[in-house]
């Protein structure tokens, strides 16, 4: 892997907007939301809501935590757009039966049936994007890089700081 010691553009270019990739990636977010917002229109989903339904159609049942955890939501979050879902009659919360504490979520059989209707969201994202399948796997690919590494950076500056007494 290279390591991004130098830069071409002179230092004072480093605070532009446009040499920024979280605002590249930020832009790019909202665009996506964009196109997400019509092609899940016809589904009664907003994203959040259709990334709960990818997590819970790949994987079945699931506690909240782990749903959670797919999804990079904390509880605050995700616990609205259950109640959403819910209210809509897409899925089902319950307490555990082998915890108290935690509670599952389950599709219901209209929550299971719309995932036939949702097969054309793909379709239709890729086709937005313009890009063909390899450049959307590089992305994809290199996007889950870029989300490591920070993650790796995001632990060991809180390690730092935790050994240096800062909380």
Known sequence: MTSCTA??????????????????LH??????????RVALKDLGLTYPQYLVMLVLWERGE???????????????TL?????????AGLVRRER?????????????PEGRALREH???????????????FDEMRDLRERLDRLTAALDAAALD??????GAGVA
């Open 7 to 24: 830069s071409p553009a002179p230092e004072e270019d480093w605070l532009r907007l446009d040499r920024q990739i979280c605002f590249s």
């Open 118 to 132: 949702a097969l054309q969201v793909p379709r239709k994202i890729a086709a937005a994007t313009g890009f063909d």
């Open 157 to 162: 500056d809180a390690a730092l700081a935790e």
């Open 62 to 76: 699931q506690p909240v935590k782990k749903l959670g955890e797919h999804l990079r939501l904390d509880s605050g």
């Open 27 to 36: 832009a790019a977010t909202r665009a996506f939301n964009g196109v997400y």
């Open 79 to 87: 616990s609205p757009l259950l109640k959403r879902l819910e209210s």
């Open 96 to 108: 555990s039966a082998r915890d108290e504490r935690s509670v599952d979520v389950r599709l219901t």
